[in-house]
């Protein structure tokens, strides 16, 4: 069983930062690939970002890339979203994902078993 719970979203101004965590609380020994989507009224579910677990590799959304970072600390079971310079396209609900260590990053939401609440991120003008 893997829970995961987000934290640090908020209501910020046009070229504000925020940073995101999800903390991982699992029994099964092992690591998960993670990834953060994000989904606003009326509006599909996006994938923003996602990592693996052994080598870090990363990969982002095009609408975030040279924005947003993302991270992970294995020692602590947390993944972070750091995210710059936001815009009011970015607000969304903020949702971190985990998924086998075979899919590697994936863009497909589906490909992901275990999902938090998610956290809202609201951006204004």
């Known amino acids: 069983q893997v829970q995961l719970v987000e934290s640090g979203g908020g209501s910020v101004q046009a070229g504000a930062s925020l940073t995101l965590a999800c903390a991982i609380s699992?029994?099964?020994?092992?690591?998960?690939?993670m990834a953060w989507f994000r989904q606003a009224p009326g509006k599909e579910r996006e994938f923003v970002a996602g990592?693996?677990?052994?080598?870090?590799?990363?990969d982002y959304g095009d609408s975030v890339k040279g924005r947003f970072t993302i991270s992970r600390d294995n020692t602590q079971n947390t993944l972070y979203l750091q995210m710059n310079s936001l815009k009011p396209e970015d607000t969304a609900n903020y949702y971190c994902?985990?998924?086998?260590?075979?899919?590697?990053?994936?863009?497909?939401?589906?490909?992901?078993?275990?999902w938090g609440q998610g956290t809202q991120v609201t951006v204004s003008s």
């Open positions: 990592i693996t677990y052994n080598d870090g590799f990363t």
């Open positions: 994902a985990a998924g086998p260590l075979r899919i590697g990053v994936r863009t497909e939401s589906y490909k992901y078993d275990y």
């Open positions: 699992k029994r099964t020994f092992g690591g998960y690939s």
